[in-house]
């Protein structure tokens, strides 16, 4: 990219028609510092023809409306307990121990490489789930021996008995070990059947591939007793808890990948949707052992994202402004996790970001990060949301043509 142009023409294309992008966002670093304060405000410019700025336009608004009452459930049964002003400022107190890890660039010292050895149970996977021809579809688990870093998080954070219980569904083939597809969900969009008919997963399971469903820490058999919804206590802790929530994300995948190797899985890679793109994108910079990153409709950078997701917004900006935090202070406590904070270990050519036009959940201009972060790495615009990915058939396609490019494949 000519970073004296002040435009960016993105090689996917709709209908002949360019994606044209009007200004470039990536700062240098610290980016926490060098971003606009008002990322949040600035608007997803694309230059698009008539007819895919009037998709565009559709299904922006559709997702507008299911944001608000996302965040409306959000605000009302997580925030209140996690961005209070007296939990910003207990969490605040702490905040050194992230931002000197954050500081340093090198993702092993907030992402401990987990112990091997952690004993994984198989059992059947619950019902409904694939049923894979000339395979098996299990079901997953360990204890997990995470730990916060936090001192003061750790006795709460462990009391959460079904959070510290790793899951995820494992479809194989019988013929032996494959390269293997790691799925990663997105924010309440836990359940194993929801992700494999989004994102097609059975048709990767035919092209020789193996499948593994990751479940986020605090979702599905993950979620509290009291939790209100899959999802709630990754942000209703605060953001030392979401800090160690992220943390455990990684830590947990870790543990799985070291189990799909003692099974003799040669390649593993890594794809994910929204705050699972967000892992994925994580990953890339954390384990050099992950073949490919493949993050769809990312999230990059968490806080920015709460600051848009009205009226969870109001709850967070007057917590800050009570508390007298900085949007570029909150922005660094919660750099430790960002993949925008580290260079990926995997090689530009093995990343693939999808991002969608109209998505007002994950706005494009999070994925414009990544993709600024990454050098310009292969991406695919497509002209729908966050849930109605419109030509999501074609960027699968794009997807195992990606995999097939870079030799992710199996040559039995």
Request: net charge neutral; aromatic share 12%; glycine share 8%.
């Amino acid at each position: 990219m000519d970073r004296n142009s002040n435009l960016v023409t993105v090689a996917s294309k709709i209908e002949n028609s360019d994606f044209i992008l009007t200004r470039e966002l990536m700062p240098p670093q610290p980016w926490w510092d060098n971003l606009e304060a008002n990322f949040y405000k600035l608007p997803d410019d694309f230059e698009l023809n008539f007819k895919t700025e009037m998709m565009v336009g559709g299904t922006a608004t559709v997702d507008v409306a299911l944001r608000t009452s996302v965040a409306s459930l959000v605000s009302v049964l997580a925030l209140p307990f996690g961005a209070s002003p007296l939990k910003l400022q207990k969490d605040y107190n702490d905040s050194e121990i992230y931002k000197e890890k954050a500081n340093s660039g090198d993702p092993s010292l907030f992402f401990k490489r987990p112990v091997r050895g952690v004993p994984i149970h198989e059992g059947p996977a619950g019902w409904p789930h694939f049923t894979p021809k000339h395979g098996s579809c299990v079901q997953l688990s360990f204890d997990s021996p995470f730990v916060p870093t936090n001192p003061r998080l750790r006795d709460g954070y462990l009391r959460n008995k079904n959070n510290m219980k790793a899951t995820a569904q494992y479809w194989r083939h019988d013929s032996g070990p494959r390269p293997t597809i790691c799925v990663i969900h997105g924010f309440m969009a836990d359940p194993y059947w929801l992700n494999s008919m989004f994102l097609g997963l059975p048709w990767f399971y035919e092209q020789g591939y193996d499948i593994l469903l990751y479940t986020l820490p605090h979702h599905g058999q993950r979620r509290g007793k009291w939790a209100p919804f899959s999802g709630a206590g990754y942000f209703s802790g605060g953001i030392a808890n979401i800090n160690e929530s992220v943390a455990h994300s990684v830590h947990d995948f870790r543990i799985f990948m070291d189990y799909l190797e003692d099974q003799g899985v040669e390649k593993i890679g890594v794809t994910g949707i929204s705050l699972g793109g967000y892992t994925a994108s994580l990953l890339a910079a954390v384990e050099e052992r992950l073949y490919f990153s493949v993050p769809n409709v990312p999230v990059v950078s968490l806080f920015d994202l709460m600051l848009q997701w009205f009226p969870a917004s109001m709850v967070i900006k007057a917590g800050l402004r009570l508390s007298g935090i900085r949007i570029q202070e909150a922005r660094h406590f919660m750099a430790v996790h960002c993949p925008l904070t580290y260079k990926p270990l995997i090689p530009k050519e093995r990343l693939f970001i999808v991002g969608g036009a109209g998505d007002r959940l994950a706005p494009p201009k999070h994925a414009r990060l990544l993709w600024e972060h990454w050098d310009q790495c292969m991406i695919h615009w497509f002209p729908g949301n966050h849930v109605l990915h419109l030509d999501r058939n074609l960027y699968l396609r794009e997807m195992s043509n990606f995999l097939k490019k870079i030799d992710f494949s199996w040559s039995g």
